[in-house]
């Protein structure tokens, strides 16, 4: 981690001399803004796309028009294993053995799934704990189950509050509120990164925890994945599920990724909504009336898989095995210290806005706005840097890794202090 920064164009163009990831950036398409790249913020919302995606999705198409029916078993890359070359990729970025990945459907789809097998509510143990403001998805979700399982969500969701004036949540608050409901408790589900002020939750000292009180553990890693070190596995968490195209760049809406903890796979015997892309491959077109599970998460595959939205995803994995989760969690740290260190070269910056992401953070940035909110926003999409907006004043910065740059970080604190004298 680098210690003195310095607000000039020549350190940030050092500092990007010096990273040896700063050739990824020429691997992405990025929009225009005035005939230049926009300095983009919002790879935590949708990432740009690798120039090889497009290749990826061609084979696909060309194998379909060449072999058709065939595409399915008799190629180089036949589609009934499509899916399983991006188990040991993504598992290498959460964390995770091969076996423990799949990658299938939509994430919001995948969480109702994981709570066939992980959520048991009885009489006796029903609550499940999460984070308030969880993403509205996650909210509808868990409410749906409570109903659908005949509670009352009033009763059965506890939301693990912020303390009066805090912009973040504390552990031994989420410790106590397990602590306080442990004879009640189902699940603890928390998104592993808040979306909203990009707060990364200790998940090791929370899911052990939740185990203590003998509760099932899942996490929404939607912000996580692709952004913050993960360890599933060792940190012994049940369930998880994310989606591809926030930090995976893998293209909008494309599929989402599974992890089911290896103590629960080769089981015939847990609950779990089934179809015939689960069956044990090497029967599955025996097309016998029983069911076996395939003795990874591929069991809780339903139908065959999605190879056009696969391909991008791929092609985006590619450029991860590249450059390995450690290189870009670590520049990921340096370059929104940068940018920390930039925002706080605006003059008198505390009347202006405040910095509500805590020290545990990925690469998001979250400003409060204190004035004009709106206005600041739009100047900065007037001026060719793409960030968001979320009520009532707060700007998402996420400076991802893989193309954002120091001299773009340092380029957009000219035109954010262009902002601040203009509007606020
Ligand atoms: C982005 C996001 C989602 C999106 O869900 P989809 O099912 O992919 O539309 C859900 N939960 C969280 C926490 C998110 O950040």
Redesign the pocket.
């Known amino acids: 981690m680098m210690d003195t920064f310095e607000n000039t164009l020549a350190f940030a163009q050092q500092c990007d001399q010096s990273d040896e990831l700063n050739c990824y950036q020429q691997q992405f398409l990025f929009p225009k803004h005035k005939g230049q790249p926009v300095i983009y913020f919002t790879g935590n919302?949708l990432g740009l796309q690798p120039k090889i995606a497009q290749d990826y999705v061609n084979e696909v198409m060309q194998t379909w028009a060449d072999y058709a029916v065939d595409g399915h078993f008799h190629t180089e890359n036949p589609w009934w294993s499509y899916h399983e070359r991006l188990a040991s990729p993504v598992a290498k970025i959460v964390g995770a053995l091969p076996e423990e990945i799949t990658v299938m459907n939509?994430?919001?789809?995948n969480?109702h799934l994981l709570m066939v097998s992980f959520y048991k509510p009885t009489v006796q143990r029903f609550k499940i704990i999460c984070e308030e403001k969880?993403?509205p998805?996650?909210q509808y979700m868990l409410n749906s189950q409570f109903r659908f399982h005949g509670f009352d969500p009033k009763e059965a969701l506890i939301e693990v509050k912020k303390r009066a004036g805090e912009t973040f949540w504390r552990t031994e608050d989420i410790l106590q509120t397990i602590e306080t409901h442990k004879n009640e408790l189902a699940l603890v589900f928390i998104?592993g990164v808040n979306?909203y002020n990009g707060q990364v939750f200790d998940m090791k000292t929370i899911t052990e925890a939740g185990h203590k009180a003998g509760a099932f553990v899942g996490w929404?890693l939607?912000?996580a994945a692709g952004n913050i070190k993960l360890n599933l596995h060792d940190w012994g968490v049940d369930f998880a599920a994310w989606?591809s195209?926030?930090y995976m760049n893998s293209g909008p809406?494309n599929a989402?990724g599974v992890f089911v903890h290896q103590k629960y796979l080769g089981k015939k015997d847990i609950s779990r909504f089934e179809g015939w892309w689960g069956h044990d491959k090497p029967t599955r077109f025996l097309m016998e009336p029983e069911f076996i599970p395939m003795p990874n998460a591929d069991a809780w595959q339903l139908s065959n898989a999605s190879i056009l939205s696969l391909a991008p995803y791929l092609a985006s994995l590619q450029l991860f095995e590249k450059a390995g989760m450690d290189a870009l969690i670590e520049k990921s740290k340096n370059l929104t210290a940068y940018l920390e260190f930039i925002l706080k070269q605006t003059h008198d910056y505390q009347t202006f806005f405040e910095l509500i992401t805590p020290e545990e953070r990925g690469c998001q940035l979250s400003l409060l706005i204190k004035k004009n909110g709106r206005k600041v926003f739009a100047y900065l999409s007037q001026n060719g840097v793409v960030t968001d907006w979320r009520e009532p004043g707060v700007i998402r910065l996420a400076p991802t890794p893989f193309y954002c740059s120091f001299e773009q970080m340092f380029r957009f604190g000219e035109i954010f202090r262009a902002a601040v004298k203009e509007i606020g």
């Open positions: 919302s939509t994430l919001t789809v969480l969880a993403f998805s996650d998104g979306y929404d939607a912000h989606c195209y926030k809406g989402s």
